[in-house]
Nanobody, 120 residues
Framework: QVQLVESGGGLVQAGGSLRLSCAAS????????MGWYRQAPKKQREFVAT???????NYADSVKGRFTISRDNAKNTVYLQMNSLKPEDTAVYYC??????????????WGQGTQVTVSS
């Protein structure tokens, strides 16, 4: 079993910053790609950013230059530093990880989601 616990969401004014964290625990042999997705009301879940095990990153065009994804492999944790936030960044943010368990099977896991609200 693997658990993902997210934290760091909240309410912030436009132009402000927030830092999200997502910690994985449980039957983890190694973690491949870690990432963040978001879902705004009445919209589909969309890609925000990913980071591979060797640190390669990828971002959605809408967040490039404002958001930074990072990870601490020793803590099995992925972070999302969000700067210059805009009202359109308002959404529930979900972390996603691709984990190799001790049974040598890769599986995708999702966090419970954390609300980010940006006021204008």
């Amino acid at each position: 079993q693997v658990q993902l616990v997210e934290s760091g969401g909240g309410l912030v004014q436009a132009g402000g910053s927030l830092r999200l964290s997502c910690a994985a625990s449980g039957s983890i042999r190694s973690i491949n790609t870690m990432g963040w997705y978001r879902q705004a009301p009445k919209k589909q879940r969309e890609f925000v950013a990913t980071i591979t095990s060797d640190g390669s990153t990828n971002y959605a065009d809408s967040v490039k230059g404002r958001f930074t994804i990072s990870r601490d492999n020793a803590k099995n944790t992925v972070y999302l530093q969000m700067n210059s936030l805009k009202p359109e960044d308002t959404a529930v943010y979900y972390c996603n990880t691709n984990i190799l368990a001790y049974n040598l099977r890769y599986s995708d896991y999702w966090g419970q989601g954390t609300q980010v609200t940006v006021s204008s």
